[in-house]
C-alpha cells in the first residue's frame, strides 16, 4: 500500500511540483518503478546468501521508512521545492528542480527503490518457506497461498489506488507521503510480531558460486569426452518409479537439456578423492541440473517484459489521459486520475476468490493438476489478454482525442475504464502464475532470488517503457504535426498516443507468439513435479502436454 501510493501517483508530483516535463516524468516514474524490480535481484541475493529472509525484510524496511519520511518532508517545505508554477498554461517559464532540489527529491526516491526493491521477493519467498513441501498437505496448498498473497497485494493497490491518492488529491502530496510511511511503519511492525513463529531457513553462502562452479568446471573440462550412461556422473540419483525427489531436499534428477553443462560432473584422475574434490573442477548433477533450470527460465522471463511495458502506460500516460477527461462523478465529488488504476484491483478481489474456488476445482477435476492449470498455462492466458487493453487504449484515446479537437467534447473518465479492467484479467495470471512457476522451479536456499527474477521482469519493463517513449519520439520526429514526435508535448490532444498503444499492442500480439515457442521448449526436471502431491510428471507448457522421454530421465 505505501509503495502503490507512491508510485501510481507520483508522475502528479513530479509534474506539477518538480516541474519537470510530461516524458521526463513519464520517464522518471518508470526508471523509479523500474529500478525497485531490478533492485529485488539484490534482495533475493543478499537473502539467500547472507541475511535471511526475515532480516533482509527488516533492514531494508526501514530504509524503505527512510525515504517515505524524506519525501513527505520535502513535499511539506517549500523552499525544498521549484516555486509553484501552471505546467499546462505556463510549463515554458516553470522552473524545472534542480541542484539541491533535486537531490533530495532523487535521494529520496531512490531511498524507497532500495528498501521497496529488496523487501518485495523476500515477502513471498518467506511466506511460502512456512510451507513443508515434504508434508503433502502444506504443499497443496501453496499454490493457495500464491493467490492469497496476491489477493493481499490488490487489497493494499486497492486502498493506495482510492484512499491515499483522495489524500494527496485534497490534502496535499506531503500528507499523502506522510501517510505511506505511518503505512510502513505499521507494516514493520507487523513483521516483527511474528518474529518467534516463523520458520527462518538459514542463508547458505554466495548464490553465485555453485553457479560460476559449474561453468568454470564445465569448460575446464571442455574436451572430456561426455559419459553414455549419465549414471557415471558425479552425484546422479537412481530414478525408479516409486522414488519422490522434490527440491526441498536439495536433490535434482539429471535430465539431458545443455548436455555440453554435464561434463563438469565428469570425474578424472587429477580431481583426486572423494574427500578431497576440488568444487571448481568437480561438481555434482543437483548442482549442474539448477543452473540448466536457470538457463531455461531466462526466454520465460523475457517474454514477461513487454507485458510489463504495458503496465507501465497504465500507470503513465493513461493518468494523463485520465487527467483531460471528465472525472466528475457528483456535483461535489471528482474522481483522482490515478484512482482509475484501483479499477483492475477493485475486480481482482473479486475475480482471485473466484478463481481459487471455482475455477482450480473445476480445471483440477480435468487436469489433475493441484493448481489446476500449470503456472506456464497461466502465464500465457495473462499474455494473450494483454494485447486487447491496448487496443481498447488505443480506440479510446483515438476517440477522446478526436472528440476534444474536432467538437471541444470532454470524454468521461470512465471511458478508459476496459483497457484497465482487461489488464487487470491478463495480470491475475500472468504475475500469480510467474511466481509460482519460478519458486517451484529453485532448490532450497534459491527460492528468493529466483522469485527475484519476476519483480526484475517489472523492471525490464519500465525500462523499455523509457526507452520505447525515447525511440518513438526520435522515429517519428518527422511525421508528427509538431515536428517533436508523437508523445513529445506536454498536451496529449497534440500527441499522438493512440498510434503509441498501437505500437505497443502489436509488440504484445508478437511477444504472445514467442511465448508460445519457448513455452513448448520448456521442461520441468522431473524431480520438481512430486506425483504424490498431485502434479503429474508431464512437460508443462501453455501450448502442449507430453510425457517426459528418455531424453529428459536418467535410465
Known amino acids: ?152 497485494f490488490s487489497v493494499g493497490e486497492l486502498v493506495a489506488l482510492t484512499v491515499l491518492v483522495w489524500v494527496q488529491t485534497r490534502s496535499g502530496m506531503d500528507v499523502g507521503f506522510g501517510v505511506s510511511a505511518a503505512a510502513m511503519a505499521m507494516g514493520l511492525i507487523s513483521l516483527i510480531s511474528g518474529t518467534l513463529v516463523y520458520r527462518n531457513k538459514p542463508p547458505r553462502g554466495s548464490i553465485f558460486t555453485p553457479i560460476a562452479q559449474v561453468f568454470v568446471a564445465a569448460f575446464a573440462k571442455r574436451k572430456q569426452v561426455r559419459p553414455s550412461n549419465p549414471e557415471m556422473l558425479h552425484g546422479t540419483q537412481a530414478h525408479t518409479s516409486h522414488m519422490i525427489t522434490t527440491s526441498s531436499n536439495g536433490s535434482l534428477l539429471h535430465t539431458e537439456r545443455f548436455r555440453f553443462l554435464d561434463k563438469a560432473c565428469i570425474k578424472v584422475m587429477q580431481d583426486g578423492t572423494n574427500n578431497k574434490e576440488n568444487p571448481w573442477r568437480l561438481c555434482t548433477v543437483s548442482q549442474v541440473e539448477q543452473v540448466k533450470i536457470i538457463i531455461s527460465v531466462v526466454p520465460i522471463f523475457a517474454c514477461t517484459i513487454i507485458f510489463n511495458t504495458i503496465l507501465a502506460q497504465l500507470q503513465t500516460f493513461s493518468v494523463q489521459q485520465g487527467s483531460l477527461m471528465n472525472a466528475q462523478l457528483t456535483k461535489k465529488f471528482q474522481i483522482p486520475s490515478a484512482s482509475l488504476q484501483s479499477i483492475p484491483y477493485i475486480m481482482l478481489i473479486f475475480l482471485v476468490p473466484l478463481y ?130 508523437w508523445l513529445s508535448d506536454n498536451d496529449l490532444n497534440k500527441d499522438r498516443l493512440d498510434l503509441f498503444y498501437w505500437v505497443l499492442a502489436a509488440l504484445s500480439l508478437i511477444n504472445f507468439l514467442n511465448y508460445l515457442f519457448w513455452s513448448k521448449w520448456y521442461t520441468y526436471n522431473p524431480s520438481l513435479l512430486p506425483t504424490s502431491y498431485g502434479e503429474d510428471r508431464d512437460h508443462q507448457s501453455f501450448s502442449s502436454s507430453k510425457h517426459i522421454g528418455a531424453e529428459n530421465v536418467m535410465p
Open 1 to 152: 500500500m505505501a509503495i502503490a501510493a507512491v508510485g501510481n501517483n507520483l508522475i502528479t508530483y513530479v509534474f506539477n511540483d518538480m516541474h519537470f516535463s510530461l516524458s521526463q516524468s513519464a520517464n522518471i516514474v518508470t526508471n523509479f518503478i523500474g529500478t525497485v524490480f531490478l533492485l529485488s535481484l539484490v534482495g533475493g541475493f543478499l537473502s539467500d546468501s547472507y541475511l535471511g529472509s526475515f532480516w533482509t525484510m527488516l533492514i531494508f524496511g526501514f530504509i524503505e521508512l527512510s525515504g517515505f519520511i524524506l519525501l513527505s518532508v520535502q513535499a511539506h517545505l517549500p523552499q525544498l521545492r521549484p516555486p509553484q508554477c501552471n505546467m499546462l498554461s505556463a510549463g515554458e517559464h516553470c522552473l524545472e528542480a534542480k541542484g539541491l532540489k533535486a537531490l533530495i527529491f532523487f535521494a529520496a526516491l531512490y531511498l524507497v527503490a532500495l528498501g521497496s526493491g529488496c523487501v518485495k521477493p523476500n515477502i513471498i519467498s518467506h511466506g511460502a518457506d512456512q510451507f513443508s513441501k515434504q508434508d503433502p498437505r502444506q504443499s497443496k496448498k501453496l499454490s493457495t497461498y500464491f493467490n492469497a498473497a496476491y489477493f493481499a
Open 356 to 485: 481459487e474456488t471455482v475455477f482450480v476445482p473445476l480445471a483440477r477435476r480435468i487436469t489433475g493438476k493441484d493448481s489446476g492449470i500449470s503456472p506456464l498455462q497461466r502465464v500465457g492466458v495473462g499474455l494473450f489478454v494483454a494485447t486487447f487493453s491496448m487496443v481498447s487504449a488505443a480506440l479510446v484515446e483515438n476517440k477522446r482525442r478526436n472528440s476534444a479537437l474536432e467538437s471541444n467534447e470532454i470524454l468521461s473518465i470512465f471511458w478508459i475504464a476496459p483497457q484497465f479492467l482487461i489488464f487487470g484479467l491478463s495480470e491475475m495470471f500472468t504475475a500469480v502464475g510467474l511466481i509460482e512457476f519460478f519458486y517451484k522451479q529453485s532448490l532450497s536456499g534459491m527460492q528468493s532470488f529466483l522469485t527475484a527474477m519476476t519483480y526484475c521482469s517489472y523492471s525490464f519493463g519500465f525500462y523499455l517503457s523509457s526507452l520505447l517513449v525515447s525511440l518513438v519520439n526520435k522515429i517519428t520526429s518527422n511525421s508528427s504535426n509538431n515536428g517533436g514526435g
